[in-house]
């Protein structure tokens, strides 16, 4: 400010920079001026109009403990502003840090995976998918160690000073973007999870006692229901439709090696069997069991959803139901705990974000500890089939019998050395690919690693997009490089040609 003689006057002020501008906004939050709704609420609590104040996030959640308390004085004051007497007054309090469970560095990795790969693919599939969603999980504690929601958006918009040129026509963009970048995908968006359910399916055929884990099942091109109940004359596996260089049958695998293979035959006959055998609501029972269905425990901090899980009516549905079809909806942090349970031995736990409140100049007013919700109640047999399942999925170590090919649906991204490149460590995880009403399905990648000495689950979903293999995995792969000090691994080449259109047969899924 300029005075009369030309003097430069100023007045400090505390304001809010976001590190990354963006990388963590659906979790962390945003100050911004108190909004006309919220003036008498705030006014009440001692603030005046046009203080920030946070708006949504840990940003809003603990805005008394970040904000902290002014000093209340109450004073008798002359017309004039002379002060006549101090009545009565009482002490403020500090500011506290808030600290999280996020990784700076795994955040930054996971929302930059994300930017990379929509802008790599936007000639693609990424032109066309409205956005995805990560959630990176410490499968022995709960803590959420990376939480990203793409697109997203700079939380320094909304600070009064902020440098960001036009911020009124880029504040308006955000508000009418079709893609909703104000939109948590990663706890707020309830998805079909295609393939990645044959996990839930696997573990209730296994503890059933449907087959003997070292049983084989035939899996070939089309499946006959009918001796199980079903209408249809014949449904198809996943492999029918693919391009012809890529299709195979898949032959004689294991109950574990189905799930590797994705072999929509076995879980269609499963989820036939299980209905008709052990009753309507069984497989329902275990996705419960394992953590679907309800909402895992973040609201209010962040808005969560709590997916859909219906039992089916009849053999046809229980057969959609297998291959996470039929009205089957599950959220990404859901699928993130689900996985971290496989991992960990069957335990979940409640998932939060906040490690600790103050601490900076003593004791803190708050420590998080670790908060069993649920057990799955499977055995150690039962949850050795699974994670044999999965772990070969990113390898080219188990091959079909009668083909010699890879059976892993996404041994390509972590095991290719011609391609990607072959991963420095392990990692056990499941592709799925959901039919959506669209022509372009949702598209899932979910995964422990590492393999021996399990560490972090995680899951990703990119909406509207193709196979779980070509778009979420090499995300995935990215994420994982970061964590485990690895050179980034290329995107598929074929991101930056023309989208080709997947055909997956009505009533089933993709690998």
């Known amino acids: 400010e300029l005075t009369a003689n030309c003097a430069i006057r100023s007045q400090p002020r505390q304001t809010r920079r976001y590190v990354g501008h963006g990388i963590a906004s659906h979790a962390v939050g945003y100050v911004g001026q108190i909004s006309a709704e919220q003036l008498d609420d705030y006014r009440s609590r001692g603030y005046t109009q046009g203080d920030l104040v946070g708006q949504i996030g840990v940003e809003r959640e603990y805005e008394a403990e970040l904000a902290g308390e002014a000093d209340r004085v109450l004073r008798v ?43 790599t ?38 600070v009064p000073d902020t440098p960001i040129i036009q911020v009124g026509q880029y504040i308006a963009s955000l508000g009418t973007d079709d893609r909703q970048p104000f939109f948590n995908r990663a706890t707020q968006g309830q998805y079909a999870p295609g393939s990645t359910f044959k996990i839930i399916t696997l573990a209730a055929a296994a503890a059933e006692r449907l087959m003997r884990p070292d049983e084989i099942f035939t899996c070939n091109m089309e499946w006959d229901g009918r001796p199980f109940g079903d209408t249809l004359e014949r449904r198809l596996d996943w492999r029918a439709s693919e391009p012809e260089e890529f299709r195979f049958n898949t032959g004689d695998v294991t109950m574990a ?50 997916g859909r899980i219906v039992a089916p009516n009849n053999v046809e549905e229980a057969i959609s139901t297998a291959v996470g079809q039929y009205e089957t909806q599950v959220t990404i942090v859901q699928m993130a705990r689900m996985v971290a349970g496989i991992a960990n031995g069957g335990t979940l736990y409640r998932p939060y974000l906040v490690q600790q409140v103050g601490g900076e100049d003593g004791e803190p007013s708050f420590t998080a500890e670790p908060e069993v919700v649920g057990e799955m109640g499977l055995s150690d047999e039962v949850l050795d089939v699974i994670r044999e399942g999965m772990c070969a999925v990113t390898t080219q170590q188990v091959v079909g019998a009668s083909t010699g090919k890879p059976l892993g649906t996404a041994w390509f991204v972590f095991d290719d050395p011609e391609g990607t490149g072959v991963a420095p460590y392990t990692v056990c995880a499941k592709t799925g690919t959901a039919q959506t009403g669209r022509p372009e399905p949702h598209a899932w990648f979910v995964a422990y690693a590492p393999a021996d000495d399990p560490q972090i689950a995680i899951a990703v979903m990119t909406e509207n997009s193709r196979e779980g293999s070509e778009t979420s995995a090499p995300i995935v792969r990215r994420i994982l490089d970061y964590y485990f000090g690895a050179e980034p691994a290329p995107f598929p080449s074929w991101w930056t040609g023309e989208y080709v259109a997947l055909n997956i047969p009505e009533g089933s899924t993709g690998g």
Do not use: K
């Open 121 to 158: 693919a936007a000639p693609n599939w990424g032109g066309r998918s409205p956005g995805g969603g990560a959630v990176v999980m410490d499968i022995d504690t709960g803590a959420i160690l990376a939480l990203a929601s793409w697109p997203t958006f700079d939380p320094g918009i909304f």
């Open 257 to 306: 090696h189905a799930l590797t293979a994705s072999c929509n035959p076995f879980f269609y006959q499963m989820g036939a069997q299980l209905f008709r055998d052990r009753g309507a609501t069984v497989l329902t029972d275990y996705a419960r069991r394992m953590g679907f269905g309800s909402a895992t425990g973040l609201s209010p901090l962040l808005p969560e959803a709590s």
């Open 77 to 119: 004051v002359e017309p004039g502003g002379l002060l006549v007497r101090e009545l009565a007054g009482t002490p403020g309090r500090a500011p506290q840090p808030v600290t999280l469970t996020l990784d700076v560095g795994l955040q930054t990795a996971a929302a930059q995976a994300f930017a990379d790969a929509y802008n």
